[in-house]
């Protein structure tokens, strides 16, 4: 099996940054494409960001395009989500997910990070 630790949240005033991270352990990350997704309050988890094994693609949802980057270093085991120009609307608890497959559900998951952006 594995683990995923997210370290790095915390408040933070509007037009701010963070820079979230992601530890795996265990098997998990060789070969894994790794994820960042959020929930807020009283709303459905979705996603945030992802990225391949090769760190060569990226995705973003529409709302973070452009201030949100996704990254890895694979030497460390380690995923790395940085966030800026930060949005009272980007609070949330972000999680960090992996998984083998390149379609699919996320197969590990953290046990989240709170983040909260001040107006």
């Known amino acids: 099996q594995g683990q995923l630790v997210e370290s790095g949240g915390g408040l933070v005033q509007a037009g701010g940054s963070l820079r979230l991270s992601c530890a795996a352990s265990?098997?998990?990350?060789?070969?894994?494409?790794m994820g960042w997704f959020r929930r807020a309050p009283g709303k459905e988890r979705e996603f945030v960001a992802a990225?391949?094994?090769?760190?060569?693609?990226?995705y973003y949802a529409d709302s973070v395009k452009g201030r949100f980057t996704i990254s890895r270093d694979n030497a460390k085991n380690t995923v790395y989500l940085q966030m800026n120009s930060l949005k009272p609307e980007d609070t949330a608890v972000y999680y960090c997910?992996?998984?083998?497959?390149?379609?699919?559900?996320?197969?590990?998951w953290g046990q989240g990070t709170q983040v909260t952006v001040s107006s």
């Open positions: 990225i391949t094994w090769s760190g060569d693609n990226t």
């Open positions: 265990g098997r998990i990350f060789s070969g894994y494409r």
């Open positions: 997910a992996a998984r083998i497959t390149p379609t699919g559900s996320y197969e590990y």
